[in-house]
């Protein structure tokens, strides 16, 4: 089973500025990587599948990024909308999917 | 409007079971592997199950593996997942999810994330 891991666990960061969300696989899972965001009383939402193409509808200020075993999500122009936790997913080595442990965006 | 809609969930006691619904509508059901994703409170998400879109390759995590089941019947748009020897660690919200991926001609699957969720069931197994 492929571990995914998040860091940090929690982000403290300031509207208008740029957050930056890593999730490392314990083995590679080449770009097979999705990224959802999740508030509160809600069901998670794809923002980013393939480690890099937007979901339909996500504005541009979230972008992902890497391949292998590194992996990154840039939201850039925080908006109040974004404070949330976020989930990385490997989709590579299935089953079972796997999801890394969150990273809770929260302002500063 | 694309819609999953789970229904089901309550209140079971350990070794009880349940079974899950997830109806979808506003797309081709029949097109799509379904997944179920579930969540403890104030935990992460955990994959529990997928079905594929014919219902002819179905997986399991270990977690649940022998205790849960997968079905599906496209002529009613629908997916079910029965629980049975319920314990207290499947206490969690339960979603089902849509993958857009598809299976090529040698067997491999490309998935393209979860990107229709229903609202989630919450499942609560306690004495």
């Known amino acids: 089973e492929i571990v995914m891991t998040q860091s940090p666990v929690t982000l403290s960061v300031s509207p208008g500025e740029r957050a930056t969300l890593s999730c490392r696989a314990s083995q590679s899972v080449s770009s097979n990587l999705a990224w959802y965001q999740q508030k509160p009383g809600q069901a998670p939402r794809l923002l980013i599948y393939g480690a890099s193409a937007r979901a339909t509808g996500i504005p541009a200020r979230f972008s992902g990024s890497g391949s292998g075993t590194e992996f990154t999500l840039t939201i850039s122009n925080l908006q109040s909308e974004d404070f949330a936790v976020y989930y990385c997913q490997q989709y590579n080595n299935w089953p079972p999917v796997t999801f890394g442990q969150g990273t809770k965006l929260e302002i500063k | ?127």
Do not use: H
Request: with cysteine; charged share 20%.
């Open chain 2, 1 to 127: 409007e694309v819609q999953l809609v789970e229904s089901g969930g309550g209140l079971v006691q350990p070794g009880g079971s349940l079974r899950l619904s997830c109806a979808a509508s506003g797309f081709t059901f029949s097109d799509y592997k379904i997944n179920w994703v579930r969540q403890a409170p104030g935990k992460g998400l955990e994959w529990v199950s997928d079905i594929s879109s014919r219902g002819l390759k179905i997986y399991y995590a270990d977690s649940v593996k022998g205790r849960f089941t997968s079905s599906r019947d496209n002529a009613k748009n629908s997916v079910f997942l029965q629980m049975t020897s319920l314990r207290a660690e499947d206490t969690a919200v339960y979603y089902c999810a849509r993958d857009p991926g598809y299976y090529d001609s040698s067997g491999y699957y490309y998935s393209y994330g979860l990107d229709v969720w229903g609202q989630g069931t919450t499942v609560t197994v306690s004495s």
